[in-house]
């Protein structure tokens, strides 16, 4: 039983660290700020989960393990909520989603224009 | 696993760093801000059960609130800035 909870919690550390990296390398990467929302948005709301059930699957059950659930929670709630009003925010202040259109040019692989 | 996960979010706060300074405009630097924000609540619950500490995950939970809170604030300032910008004129932003 323990050698299972081990490998799951490995798993689950595993995949929550690989997504971290993709959600870093796209923040850094991406061309437009809204394709910038969507790798590190994204990404941030499944990796935190996986790797608090990765941590959580590690310690044995005491009031340390609510504690996890309720960071879990939280941020579960409140990374998607955070994000869209960053969005919306940058939206109402004018930047437009970089779109390459051959009539107009946007400038090219630069970032949009407010 | 633990050493791996902490190490890939060490990494990823780097990354998000190196946004956070580059960043053209303030929302790329405020998203950038945001991820850096989540990932020190991660490291904290994590290298906290590495290293034995003893109440870290109140402090996990404390600033998985705050940073929730700090985020939501800048944007309202943002929104509000730019909204009396479009009464003023049209293309004073900068």
């Not at chain 2, 760093?17 to 950038?32: C, N, S, V």
Request: hydrophobic share 50%; glycine share 10%.
């Amino acid at each position: 039983m323990t050698a299972i909870l081990e490998l799951l919690s490995g798993v689950c550390l595993l995949l929550g660290g690989v997504l971290c990296i993709t959600g870093g390398v796209g923040l850094l990467r991406m061309p437009d700020f809204f394709s910038r929302v969507h790798a590190a948005g994204v990404t941030e709301t499944l990796a935190a989960p996986l790797l608090l059930i990765g941590l959580l699957l590690q310690m044995e059950l005491s009031l340390d393990s609510v504690k996890v659930v309720m960071i879990l929670i939280l941020v579960l709630s409140t990374n998607p909520t955070a994000t869209h009003a960053l969005t919306r925010a940058t939206l109402h202040g004018g930047q437009q989603p970089l779109v390459f259109d051959d009539d107009e040019s946007t400038g090219g692989e630069g970032t949009s224009k407010p | 696993m633990l050493i791996a996960a902490i190490v890939a979010i060490l990494v990823t706060m780097f990354l998000a760093l190196i946004r956070t300074f580059l960043g053209p405009t303030e929302y790329d630097r405020m998203l950038a801000a945001n991820s850096f924000g989540t990932k020190t609540v991660l490291l904290i619950a994590l290298g906290g059960y590495a290293l034995s500490w003893n109440s870290y995950l109140d402090v996990a939970l404390l600033y998985a609130l705050l940073n929730f809170v700090g985020t939501i604030a800048v944007m309202r300032f943002f929104e509000y800035r730019s909204v009396t910008d479009e009464r003023d004129g049209p293309e004073s932003t900068p």
